[in-house]
C-alpha cells in the first residue's frame, strides 16, 4: 500500500549529487512530491529531505540504490508520524483589498499567518504548517485575488530522541579504528 515517506540523506556537498540522486528516482519512474537541501546540524554535512509517495518495498529499495552513491554518507526513510514536519507558504494579495476590508485580516489572523511586509501595491502573508493548512489559506484567499504564491519543499526531524546519521557515524568510526 502506498503512504508518504520521507527519505533522508546525509552526503558532503559535491558538484553533481543531486542530479545523481535524483536519476535514483527517475529510473525506477517514482515522482518526487517535495525536495529540500541544507546544511545539516553536522559541520561540512548536507541533508536532503525528499518526499515521495511509494509503497514500502520500493522505498527500501530507493534507499539501498542512495547508499550505493560514493558521496552519500547515508539515507534513511521514515514515515510521516515517525517525523516533525513543516513547510512554509508566501502569498502575495493586493494592499487595496487591505483598506476594502478587514476580511482578510481575519483570515490572516484565524489561519496563525503572519503579514511580512505591506507596501502601497502589496501585501506579502507567511503561513508555516503542513500542505493541507497553507493550502487551506490559499483557497481562503483565491477571491481576494491571490497575486503570487509559493510553498517550499518540506523540512523534517527525527521524533526520536538520538539522531540516526549520530549513531551511524559512532559505529562507523569505532569499526574503522578496529580496522586500523
Do not use: C, W
Not at 29 to 34: A, C, E, V
Not at 46 to 71: A, C, M, P, S, W
Not at 137 to 166: C, D, H, N, W, Y
Amino acid at each position: 500500500m502506498k503512504q508518504n515517506y520521507i527519505i533522508t540523506i546525509f552526503s558532503e556537498n559535491h558538484i553533481g549529487l543531486l542530479s545523481r540522486i535524483t536519476i535514483v528516482f527517475t529510473r525506477r519512474k517514482i515522482n518526487i512530491d517535495s525536495l529540500t537541501v541544507s546544511e545539516s546540524a553536522i559541520p561540512g554535512i548536507f541533508k536532503f529531505t525528499i518526499v515521495i509517495n511509494e509503497t514500502k518495498d520500493r522505498v527500501e529499495k530507493v534507499v539501498g540504490q542512495l547508499e550505493k552513491i560514493v558521496d552519500v554518507i547515508k539515507a534513511f526513510y521514515n514515515t510521516e508520524d515517525e517525523m516533525i514536519h513543516q513547510e512554509i507558504a508566501l502569498y502575495k494579495v493586493s494592499t487595496e483589498l487591505l483598506y476594502e476590508s478587514d476580511k482578510i485580516e481575519k483570515i490572516v489572523r484565524n489561519s496563525g499567518a503572519r503579514i511580512l511586509e505591506i507596501t502601497r501595491e502589496y501585501i506579502v502573508i507567511e503561513k508555516t504548517g503542513h500542505k493541507d493548512e497553507t493550502q487551506q489559506l490559499f483557497e481562503e484567499l483565491a477571491p481576494f485575488g491571490v497575486m503570487q504564491f509559493i510553498r517550499s519543499g518540506r523540512i523534517a526531524i527525527t521524533r526520536s530522541i538520538i539522531e540516526k546519521l549520530s549513531e551511524f557515524l559512532k559505529v562507523r568510526d569505532s569499526l574503522l579504528e578496529q580496522v586500523d
